[in-house]
């Protein structure tokens, strides 16, 4: 029960640090946290909805530029949030296709949708060229996004970038 308070409580930290130099460093530490077997694995499960509202709050707090800029940037914090954001997805899919617990299939498909949006948002981003320019430039950044999102390795079935972005996941957690 404490691992899952946690767990809800660094996923509002996120959600206030919102717009604050701290969301992504924070955002990236608490998906460091999540991919422990023991946390996102655990056999309780309203442990792994607090996971999976933890998700959907740090998939909410996390600008579009920052991830547009993690990936044309080649540096290890950069590759560490893509990496983690690319788990984090692969995660909620299959959580969503085979968790024996309905909220946690529900929540995973909220954080699926989420990242969906923030993905196409960051899309978007390094389209109209507005996201840092990287070693690689913008362009075979994009080729690689794009293919990515043709093999549905990235989002599958993701909105087009007019789709709202939520900004808050607050729910409340079933006992």
Known sequence: MILGRVL????????????????VPLASAT???????????????????ACLLASGQLLACLPPSAVASALVQ????????????????GWCRKVMDADMDDNCRMMATACVNIHSGLAAEALQLLEQ???????????????????????GSLVRGAPGPSAPKPRSLIVELPN
């Open 74 to 89: 080649q540096d290890s914090s950069s590759s560490a949030l893509t990496r983690r954001l690319d788990w984090l997805n």
């Open 8 to 23: 809800a409580t660094l996923g509002g930290f996120a959600e206030c640090a919102t717009g604050t130099l701290a969301a």
């Open 31 to 49: 998906l460091e946290l999540l991919m422990a077997p023991q946390v996102h694995g655990h056999a309780e499960p309203f442990v792994r909805r």
């Open 129 to 151: 060229g507005q996201s840092l320019q990287g070693p690689q430039g913008v362009v075979g950044q994009m080729l690689s996004l794009t293919s990515g999102l043709q093999q």
